[in-house]
Protein backbone atom coordinates (compact mmCIF):
# COMPACT_ATOMS: atom_id res chain seq x y z
CA UNK A 1 0.00 0.00 0.00
CA UNK A 2 3.07 2.35 0.94
CA UNK A 3 4.06 1.85 -2.84
CA UNK A 4 0.50 2.88 -4.28
CA UNK A 5 0.33 5.86 -2.33
CA UNK A 6 3.61 7.12 -3.42
CA UNK A 7 3.06 6.03 -6.89
CA UNK A 8 -0.06 8.46 -6.31
CA UNK A 9 1.13 11.04 -4.92
CA UNK A 10 3.99 11.07 -7.63
CA UNK A 11 6.86 10.19 -5.62
CA UNK A 12 8.05 7.22 -7.64
CA UNK A 13 6.59 5.64 -10.76
CA UNK A 14 4.19 4.14 -11.68
CA UNK A 15 3.95 0.46 -12.97
CA UNK A 16 2.12 1.83 -16.01
CA UNK A 17 0.93 4.95 -17.30
CA UNK A 18 -1.85 5.02 -20.21
CA UNK A 19 -1.11 8.00 -22.09
CA UNK A 20 -3.42 10.43 -24.15
CA UNK A 21 -6.34 8.41 -22.96
CA UNK A 22 -9.96 9.56 -22.79
CA UNK A 23 -11.76 8.08 -19.80
CA UNK A 24 -15.56 7.87 -18.69
CA UNK A 25 -16.66 9.46 -15.56
CA UNK A 26 -19.54 7.02 -14.61
CA UNK A 27 -20.71 9.13 -11.82
CA UNK A 28 -20.94 12.47 -14.12
CA UNK A 29 -21.30 10.97 -17.39
CA UNK A 30 -18.63 12.93 -18.50
CA UNK A 31 -15.92 11.70 -21.34
CA UNK A 32 -12.53 13.18 -19.91
CA UNK A 33 -8.91 13.40 -20.71
CA UNK A 34 -6.02 12.26 -18.97
CA UNK A 35 -3.31 9.96 -18.14
CA UNK A 36 -3.91 7.50 -16.10
CA UNK A 37 -1.35 5.53 -13.40
CA UNK A 38 -1.45 1.84 -12.17
CA UNK A 39 0.33 0.64 -9.67
CA UNK A 40 0.36 -2.86 -8.23
CA UNK A 41 -2.62 -3.38 -10.67
CA UNK A 42 -4.72 -0.59 -9.26
CA UNK A 43 -5.50 2.86 -10.49
CA UNK A 44 -3.68 5.15 -8.39
CA UNK A 45 -4.20 8.97 -10.24
CA UNK A 46 -5.66 10.69 -13.24
CA UNK A 47 -3.19 13.46 -13.88
CA UNK A 48 0.35 14.31 -15.00
CA UNK A 49 2.37 10.89 -13.72
CA UNK A 50 5.72 8.59 -14.78
CA UNK A 51 5.57 5.25 -15.23
CA UNK A 52 8.14 2.01 -15.71
CA UNK A 53 5.85 1.84 -18.91
CA UNK A 54 4.04 3.95 -20.84
CA UNK A 55 1.71 2.99 -23.35
CA UNK A 56 0.58 6.08 -25.76
CA UNK A 57 -3.45 5.56 -26.03
CA UNK A 58 -3.80 8.03 -29.10
CA UNK A 59 -7.12 9.15 -27.60
CA UNK A 60 -8.80 6.08 -27.41
CA UNK A 61 -10.99 5.32 -24.76
CA UNK A 62 -11.13 3.84 -21.08
CA UNK A 63 -14.56 2.51 -19.55
CA UNK A 64 -15.23 0.39 -16.98
CA UNK A 65 -15.49 -3.78 -18.09
CA UNK A 66 -18.71 -5.57 -17.30
CA UNK A 67 -19.57 -8.49 -14.53
CA UNK A 68 -21.68 -11.33 -15.74
CA UNK A 69 -23.32 -11.43 -12.29
CA UNK A 70 -25.21 -14.72 -13.26
CA UNK A 71 -23.87 -17.35 -15.58
CA UNK A 72 -23.24 -21.31 -15.95
CA UNK A 73 -19.52 -21.63 -17.82
CA UNK A 74 -20.49 -25.35 -19.04
CA UNK A 75 -23.35 -23.98 -20.98
CA UNK A 76 -20.55 -22.54 -23.27
CA UNK A 77 -19.66 -25.68 -24.18
CA UNK A 78 -16.17 -24.56 -24.48
CA UNK A 79 -13.52 -25.02 -21.48
CA UNK A 80 -13.35 -21.67 -19.35
CA UNK A 81 -9.97 -20.54 -20.40
CA UNK A 82 -11.57 -20.49 -24.41
CA UNK A 83 -14.48 -18.99 -22.88
CA UNK A 84 -12.11 -16.41 -21.52
CA UNK A 85 -10.56 -15.69 -24.74
CA UNK A 86 -14.44 -15.05 -26.00
CA UNK A 87 -15.46 -12.51 -23.62
CA UNK A 88 -12.11 -10.48 -22.53
CA UNK A 89 -12.09 -8.82 -25.89
CA UNK A 90 -15.98 -7.41 -25.68
CA UNK A 91 -15.42 -6.13 -22.28
CA UNK A 92 -16.02 -8.54 -20.14
CA UNK A 93 -13.74 -9.34 -16.82
CA UNK A 94 -15.78 -10.99 -14.01
CA UNK A 95 -18.05 -13.18 -13.92
CA UNK A 96 -20.40 -14.88 -11.34
CA UNK A 97 -20.68 -18.34 -12.56
CA UNK A 98 -22.51 -21.46 -11.01
CA UNK A 99 -21.62 -24.99 -12.39
CA UNK A 100 -25.35 -26.18 -11.53
CA UNK A 101 -25.05 -28.12 -14.69
CA UNK A 102 -21.71 -29.98 -14.71
CA UNK A 103 -22.28 -30.82 -10.96
CA UNK A 104 -25.51 -32.68 -11.59
CA UNK A 105 -23.54 -35.06 -14.45
CA UNK A 106 -20.02 -35.32 -12.23
CA UNK A 107 -21.26 -34.39 -8.55
CA UNK A 108 -17.91 -32.20 -6.81
CA UNK A 109 -15.71 -33.46 -9.41
CA UNK A 110 -17.44 -30.64 -11.66
CA UNK A 111 -17.16 -27.97 -8.86
CA UNK A 112 -13.42 -28.84 -8.42
CA UNK A 113 -12.47 -28.20 -12.31
CA UNK A 114 -14.42 -25.17 -12.12
CA UNK A 115 -12.19 -23.92 -9.32
CA UNK A 116 -8.54 -25.32 -11.15
CA UNK A 117 -9.48 -24.55 -14.51
CA UNK A 118 -10.46 -20.81 -14.11
CA UNK A 119 -7.45 -20.33 -11.56
CA UNK A 120 -4.94 -17.71 -12.87
CA UNK A 121 -7.44 -17.05 -15.99
CA UNK A 122 -7.24 -13.20 -17.61
CA UNK A 123 -10.76 -13.22 -16.60
CA UNK A 124 -11.70 -13.18 -12.75
CA UNK A 125 -14.15 -16.32 -12.12
CA UNK A 126 -16.15 -16.46 -8.89
CA UNK A 127 -18.48 -19.00 -8.27
CA UNK A 128 -21.69 -19.67 -6.27
CA UNK A 129 -22.27 -23.12 -5.03
CA UNK A 130 -25.13 -25.01 -6.57
CA UNK A 131 -27.74 -25.40 -4.55
CA UNK A 132 -30.09 -28.21 -6.19
CA UNK A 133 -28.45 -30.92 -7.32
CA UNK A 134 -30.43 -32.91 -8.57
CA UNK A 135 -32.63 -29.99 -10.13
CA UNK A 136 -36.08 -31.88 -8.74
CA UNK A 137 -36.09 -35.23 -6.08
CA UNK A 138 -37.44 -37.49 -9.15
CA UNK A 139 -34.45 -36.22 -11.73
CA UNK A 140 -32.25 -38.61 -12.69
CA UNK A 141 -28.93 -37.07 -12.51
CA UNK A 142 -25.06 -38.14 -11.43
CA UNK A 143 -24.85 -36.51 -7.75
CA UNK A 144 -26.57 -35.45 -5.13
CA UNK A 145 -25.33 -33.20 -3.00
CA UNK A 146 -25.91 -32.45 0.36
CA UNK A 147 -24.96 -29.62 2.60
CA UNK A 148 -21.74 -31.88 3.67
CA UNK A 149 -20.57 -31.50 0.39
CA UNK A 150 -20.71 -27.76 -0.03
CA UNK A 151 -19.67 -26.69 3.24
CA UNK A 152 -15.93 -27.21 2.63
CA UNK A 153 -16.11 -25.11 -0.52
CA UNK A 154 -17.47 -21.86 1.40
CA UNK A 155 -13.77 -21.53 3.12
CA UNK A 156 -12.79 -20.93 -0.68
CA UNK A 157 -12.30 -17.03 -1.34
CA UNK A 158 -13.68 -17.19 -4.60
CA UNK A 159 -16.91 -19.01 -3.66
CA UNK A 160 -18.87 -16.29 -2.77
CA UNK A 161 -22.77 -17.93 -1.65
CA UNK A 162 -25.03 -20.42 -2.57
CA UNK A 163 -26.59 -20.46 -6.07
CA UNK A 164 -30.06 -19.91 -7.59
CA UNK A 165 -32.01 -21.54 -5.25
CA UNK A 166 -34.51 -22.59 -7.64
CA UNK A 167 -36.72 -25.35 -4.83
CA UNK A 168 -38.92 -22.07 -3.63
CA UNK A 169 -41.43 -25.23 -2.69
CA UNK A 170 -38.62 -26.42 -0.64
CA UNK A 171 -38.21 -23.18 0.97
CA UNK A 172 -41.37 -22.40 1.60
CA UNK A 173 -42.23 -26.04 3.13
CA UNK A 174 -39.04 -25.63 4.94
CA UNK A 175 -37.35 -28.63 3.73
CA UNK A 176 -34.41 -29.62 5.98
CA UNK A 177 -31.76 -30.20 3.89
CA UNK A 178 -32.58 -26.94 1.70
CA UNK A 179 -32.33 -24.96 4.67
CA UNK A 180 -29.58 -26.78 6.17
CA UNK A 181 -27.31 -25.50 2.85
CA UNK A 182 -28.64 -21.62 3.04
CA UNK A 183 -27.74 -21.65 6.93
CA UNK A 184 -25.04 -23.01 6.67
CA UNK A 185 -23.63 -20.09 3.62
CA UNK A 186 -25.14 -17.84 5.92
CA UNK A 187 -22.98 -18.69 8.78
CA UNK A 188 -20.09 -17.95 6.53
CA UNK A 189 -20.76 -14.61 5.62
CA UNK A 190 -22.08 -15.47 1.84
CA UNK A 191 -24.92 -14.82 -0.29
CA UNK A 192 -27.80 -16.45 -1.47
CA UNK A 193 -28.85 -16.14 -4.99
CA UNK A 194 -32.92 -16.18 -5.59
CA UNK A 195 -34.22 -18.23 -8.72
CA UNK A 196 -38.29 -17.69 -8.03
CA UNK A 197 -40.70 -17.35 -10.87
CA UNK A 198 -44.20 -16.46 -10.29
CA UNK A 199 -43.14 -16.48 -6.61
CA UNK A 200 -45.20 -13.38 -4.87
CA UNK A 201 -47.24 -12.61 -1.60
CA UNK A 202 -46.64 -14.27 1.58
CA UNK A 203 -45.15 -16.79 -0.34
CA UNK A 204 -41.97 -14.27 -1.38
CA UNK A 205 -41.40 -12.94 1.76
CA UNK A 206 -41.25 -16.59 3.17
CA UNK A 207 -38.64 -17.25 0.64
CA UNK A 208 -36.89 -14.24 1.77
CA UNK A 209 -36.69 -14.49 4.97
CA UNK A 210 -34.83 -17.55 4.39
CA UNK A 211 -31.85 -15.02 3.35
CA UNK A 212 -32.83 -15.54 -0.36
CA UNK A 213 -30.95 -11.72 -1.34
CA UNK A 214 -31.79 -11.98 -5.50
CA UNK A 215 -33.82 -13.02 -8.27
CA UNK A 216 -32.90 -13.13 -11.55
CA UNK A 217 -36.45 -15.15 -13.00
CA UNK A 218 -39.76 -12.53 -12.59
CA UNK A 219 -42.33 -13.52 -15.33
CA UNK A 220 -44.23 -10.22 -15.12
CA UNK A 221 -43.16 -6.27 -14.72
CA UNK A 222 -45.73 -6.42 -11.86
CA UNK A 223 -44.23 -9.13 -10.22
CA UNK A 224 -40.48 -7.53 -10.18
CA UNK A 225 -42.03 -4.20 -9.00
CA UNK A 226 -43.51 -6.41 -5.73
CA UNK A 227 -40.16 -7.61 -5.36
CA UNK A 228 -38.46 -4.28 -5.40
CA UNK A 229 -41.22 -2.22 -3.36
CA UNK A 230 -40.27 -4.91 -0.99
CA UNK A 231 -37.15 -3.15 -0.35
CA UNK A 232 -38.34 0.55 -0.44
CA UNK A 233 -41.17 -0.26 2.29
CA UNK A 234 -39.05 -1.13 5.71
CA UNK A 235 -35.70 0.51 4.59
CA UNK A 236 -34.26 3.30 7.05
CA UNK A 237 -30.88 4.93 6.61
CA UNK A 238 -29.78 6.91 10.18
CA UNK A 239 -26.62 8.87 9.96
CA UNK A 240 -24.84 12.38 10.75
CA UNK A 241 -22.03 14.34 8.90
CA UNK A 242 -18.28 15.73 9.86
CA UNK A 243 -19.42 18.92 8.14
CA UNK A 244 -22.28 20.88 6.60
CA UNK A 245 -20.71 22.54 3.80
CA UNK A 246 -21.65 19.57 1.65
CA UNK A 247 -25.21 19.10 3.16
CA UNK A 248 -26.28 22.48 1.86
CA UNK A 249 -25.63 21.78 -1.65
CA UNK A 250 -27.45 18.86 -1.49
CA UNK A 251 -31.42 19.88 -2.60
CA UNK A 252 -33.69 18.30 -0.01
CA UNK A 253 -30.65 17.14 2.65
CA UNK A 254 -29.77 20.87 2.18
CA UNK A 255 -32.98 21.93 3.51
CA UNK A 256 -32.60 20.06 6.70
CA UNK A 257 -28.87 21.30 6.94
CA UNK A 258 -29.87 25.16 6.71
CA UNK A 259 -31.71 25.62 9.74
CA UNK A 260 -28.86 23.96 11.86
CA UNK A 261 -25.84 25.95 9.73
CA UNK A 262 -27.28 29.02 12.00
CA UNK A 263 -26.61 28.03 15.11
CA UNK A 264 -23.79 25.98 13.92
CA UNK A 265 -24.65 22.25 15.03
CA UNK A 266 -25.17 19.47 12.87
CA UNK A 267 -28.10 17.23 12.46
CA UNK A 268 -29.12 13.78 12.47
CA UNK A 269 -30.27 12.53 9.69
CA UNK A 270 -32.90 10.16 9.00
CA UNK A 271 -34.35 8.95 5.62
CA UNK A 272 -37.31 6.68 5.02
CA UNK A 273 -39.54 5.89 1.78
CA UNK A 274 -37.35 8.66 0.05
CA UNK A 275 -38.21 11.28 2.24
CA UNK A 276 -35.10 12.68 4.58
CA UNK A 277 -35.95 13.96 8.01
CA UNK A 278 -34.68 15.38 10.81
CA UNK A 279 -33.64 13.10 13.90
CA UNK A 280 -31.76 14.86 16.33
CA UNK A 281 -28.93 18.04 16.56
CA UNK A 282 -25.88 18.69 18.12
CA UNK A 283 -22.11 19.64 17.96
CA UNK A 284 -20.32 17.05 19.78
CA UNK A 285 -19.60 14.10 17.58
CA UNK A 286 -19.43 12.04 19.81
CA UNK A 287 -22.80 12.54 21.25
CA UNK A 288 -24.15 12.76 17.84
CA UNK A 289 -23.16 9.20 16.69
CA UNK A 290 -25.01 8.44 20.21
CA UNK A 291 -28.05 10.11 18.95
CA UNK A 292 -28.06 8.27 15.58
CA UNK A 293 -27.69 5.00 17.28
CA UNK A 294 -30.83 6.42 19.85
CA UNK A 295 -33.04 6.72 16.61
CA UNK A 296 -32.24 3.41 15.06
CA UNK A 297 -32.80 1.68 18.65
CA UNK A 298 -36.30 3.58 18.38
CA UNK A 299 -37.26 2.32 15.35
CA UNK A 300 -35.83 -1.19 15.51
CA UNK A 301 -37.54 -1.80 19.16
CA UNK A 302 -40.91 -0.64 18.06
CA UNK A 303 -40.60 -2.91 14.57
CA UNK A 304 -38.85 -6.24 16.15
CA UNK A 305 -35.41 -6.13 15.85
CA UNK A 306 -34.81 -9.72 15.43
CA UNK A 307 -36.59 -8.78 11.49
CA UNK A 308 -34.07 -6.47 10.58
CA UNK A 309 -30.42 -6.25 8.83
CA UNK A 310 -28.63 -3.65 10.22
CA UNK A 311 -25.24 -2.48 8.15
CA UNK A 312 -23.15 0.66 8.91
CA UNK A 313 -21.45 2.91 6.40
CA UNK A 314 -18.49 5.04 7.31
CA UNK A 315 -16.66 7.57 4.91
CA UNK A 316 -13.05 8.59 5.47
CA UNK A 317 -12.10 7.65 9.10
CA UNK A 318 -12.24 3.53 8.60
CA UNK A 319 -10.81 3.14 12.36
CA UNK A 320 -14.15 5.08 13.42
CA UNK A 321 -15.88 3.31 11.33
CA UNK A 322 -14.83 0.03 13.04
CA UNK A 323 -15.44 1.02 16.02
CA UNK A 324 -18.70 2.15 15.86
CA UNK A 325 -19.58 -1.15 14.51
CA UNK A 326 -18.62 -2.17 17.89
CA UNK A 327 -21.00 0.27 19.04
CA UNK A 328 -24.27 -0.47 16.86
CA UNK A 329 -23.26 -4.37 17.88
CA UNK A 330 -23.50 -3.23 21.70
CA UNK A 331 -26.09 -0.82 21.81
CA UNK A 332 -28.80 -2.36 19.17
CA UNK A 333 -27.89 -5.82 20.51
CA UNK A 334 -27.30 -6.98 16.81
CA UNK A 335 -24.57 -8.76 15.43
CA UNK A 336 -23.24 -7.39 11.78
CA UNK A 337 -22.32 -8.96 9.44
CA UNK A 338 -18.32 -8.09 7.94
CA UNK A 339 -19.80 -8.09 4.70
CA UNK A 340 -22.44 -5.57 4.31
CA UNK A 341 -20.83 -2.73 6.37
CA UNK A 342 -19.07 -0.53 3.68
CA UNK A 343 -17.28 2.85 3.42
CA UNK A 344 -19.28 5.19 2.09
CA UNK A 345 -19.08 5.81 -1.93
CA UNK A 346 -18.47 8.75 -3.80
CA UNK A 347 -21.67 9.76 -4.77
CA UNK A 348 -23.07 9.62 -1.59
CA UNK A 349 -20.55 11.24 -0.56
CA UNK A 350 -20.87 14.28 -2.67
CA UNK A 351 -24.02 14.90 -0.66
CA UNK A 352 -22.60 14.04 3.03
CA UNK A 353 -18.95 15.10 2.87
CA UNK A 354 -15.97 12.35 3.62
CA UNK A 355 -16.77 12.40 7.34
CA UNK A 356 -20.27 10.73 7.44
CA UNK A 357 -20.92 8.27 9.60
CA UNK A 358 -24.26 5.68 10.32
CA UNK A 359 -26.40 2.48 9.62
CA UNK A 360 -28.86 1.40 7.25
CA UNK A 361 -32.02 -1.00 8.43
CA UNK A 362 -34.12 -3.13 6.50
CA UNK A 363 -36.21 -5.88 7.18
CA UNK A 364 -34.93 -9.56 6.42
CA UNK A 365 -37.94 -10.77 5.01
CA UNK A 366 -38.18 -7.76 2.61
CA UNK A 367 -34.69 -7.38 1.54
CA UNK A 368 -34.55 -8.80 -2.43
Given at each position: ?28 N ?14 V ?22 I???I ?6 V ?18 A?P ?24 D??I ?9 P ?57 H ?9 N ?26 I ?14 L ?32 G ?9 K ?29 E???F ?9 V???S ?23 V ?6
Amino acid sequence: MNDRIDSALGYQKADIVLRNAKYVNVFTNELLDGDIAIKDGYFVGIGDYEGICEIDLKGKTVIPSFIDSHIHLESSIVSPYEFAKAVIPHGTTAVVADPHEIANVIGTDGIDYMLQSTSGLPLDVFIMLPSCVPATPDEENGANLTHHELVPYLREDRVLGLGEVMNAPGVINKDFELLEKITSTLAYGKKIDGHAPGVIGKNLNAYITAGVTSDHECTTLDEALEKINKVIDSARIFFTVGSLDYLQMGGRIGKVAAAASKIDVKPVIIMKDGDIGLGGIGRNRNKLKKKVLAAANKYLSENNKEDFVVSVGYGYDASEGVSFMDDVEEVLGVKLQSSTNVAIGIITGTHTGPHAIGLGVVKKYETV
